[in-house]
């Protein structure tokens, strides 16, 4: 089966439709699956349920979609940089469900394992678990969290192959890894299309068995959320000035 396309847009041909369940992997702007983001928005679909751990930024990433209104709901860990989210959120215009950054990880993990709910002791007490089964379990409360399976899944690797097998790389392996398995359809963009065999079969993350569609986008700009350097001039911070080792 043929899986290599020749861009996002032929990628994704035939797959969207409004009112569908989208995860989008990545971590912050690091690993996000930005060309196949736009080529979401260049589609014009809308009423999409995103699975991410965040939105983005105002202009970019998921940012680009809740511009254009596309986006009907989120579910997510942390959305604190998106001042567009934010004001669609307080003005009732979005459905957000928020998830503690580890039950959401934990969510789609279990969708794609094809468990359909766990319990955990995470947001027992608190709002997470209103209106959700709470059960004890050896003298603890635990809330039941349903597992999370999404009509397609958009991940970026660093490296895949022909095949649909992927590596990524460093914080890139936040979410876009189990989001890969989650879905009845991957696809996914990669900086560095191989052929099969050239990637050793120890460091493959997803096994390409559960990508159906990919494209070679090349190196990808490294974007910084929030950049925080030091002024120059300023003396050596105090963890590297010296004293004992730790």
Do not use: W
Not at 97 to 109: C, S, V
Not at 184 to 200: F, N, S, Y
């Amino acid at each position: 089966m043929k899986k290599v396309y020749t861009d996002a847009a032929a990628a994704l041909a035939g797959l969207l439709h409004d009112d569908m369940m989208v995860m989008c992997g990545g971590f912050g702007l690091c690993g996000i699956p930005d060309e196949l983001i736009e080529a979401v928005r260049l589609s014009g679909v809308k009423g999409l349920t995103v699975v991410s751990n965040n939105a983005g930024i105002d202009g970019v990433g998921l940012g680009k979609l809740l511009d254009t209104r596309q986006v009907a709901k989120m579910i997510s860990s942390y959305v604190g940089e998106n001042k567009e989210f934010a004001r669609q959120y307080l003005g009732g215009e979005l459905e957000i469900e928020f998830n503690p950054q580890g039950t959401l990880a934990e969510r789609i993990r279990a969708g794609g394992a094809g468990i359909p709910a766990f319990f955990t002791k995470t947001g027992v007490g608190t709002k997470v678990a209103e209106g959700k089964e709470v059960r004890e379990f050896d003298g603890e409360q635990y809330v039941m969290e349903r597992g999370l399976f999404a009509d397609l899944a958009l991940v970026h690797a660093h490296t895949g192959d022909t095949e649909g097998n992927l590596r990524y790389r460093m914080t890139a392996r936040n979410f876009n890894p189990m989001m890969a398995t989650a879905a009845k359809m991957t696809v996914a963009q990669v900086e560095h299309l191989v052929k099969p065999g050239e990637i050793d079969p120890d460091t493959i993350h997803t096994p390409g068995i559960f990508v159906k569609r990919i494209i070679d986008v090349g190196q990808r700009d490294k974007r910084i959320e929030q950049r925080t350097t030091r002024k120059r001039g300023d003396s050596t911070p105090a963890a590297a000035a010296g004293g004992g080792t730790h």
